[in-house]
């Protein structure tokens, strides 16, 4: 089972875009579920990560401006981006955190350029 993230496209710098993950029950209920991101040339990194419990961590570079919320009942995770700036291009996955080999997908691409 892959994690299939959405959302993704070309918006100019400032702008907003929300990302979606739909996840099965199974995995959704019982891990810390998390977005990361590779961008050309750059080894993937965590970029926000949310438990059940509600413990939210954000990678430093985009405090302020990326919020991760989760919603349960559809089993569904989603990172808001505001003031995306050109170097949060990327494409951007979901996973569980730690990140689990099976469950990368192909990701969505972002990219932020005028």
């Known amino acids: 089972v892959q994690l299939q993230a959405s959302g993704g496209g070309l918006v100019q710098p400032g702008g907003s875009l929300k990302l979606s993950c739909a996840a099965s029950?199974?995995?959704?209920?019982?891990?810390?579920m998390a977005w990361y991101r590779q961008a050309p040339g750059k080894q993937r990194e965590l970029v926000a990560s949310l438990s059940n419990g509600g413990a939210i961590y954000y990678v430093n570079s985009v405090k302020g401006r990326f919020a991760i919320s989760r919603d349960n009942a559809k089993n569904s995770v989603y990172l808001q981006m505001n003031s995306l700036k050109p170097e949060d291009t990327a494409v951007y996955y979901c996973?569980?955190?730690?990140?689990?080999?099976?469950?990368w997908g192909q990701g969505t691409l972002v990219t932020v350029s005028s």
């Open positions: 029950g199974s995995i959704f209920s019982g891990y810390i």
């Open positions: 996973n569980t955190r730690p990140a689990q080999l099976h469950y």
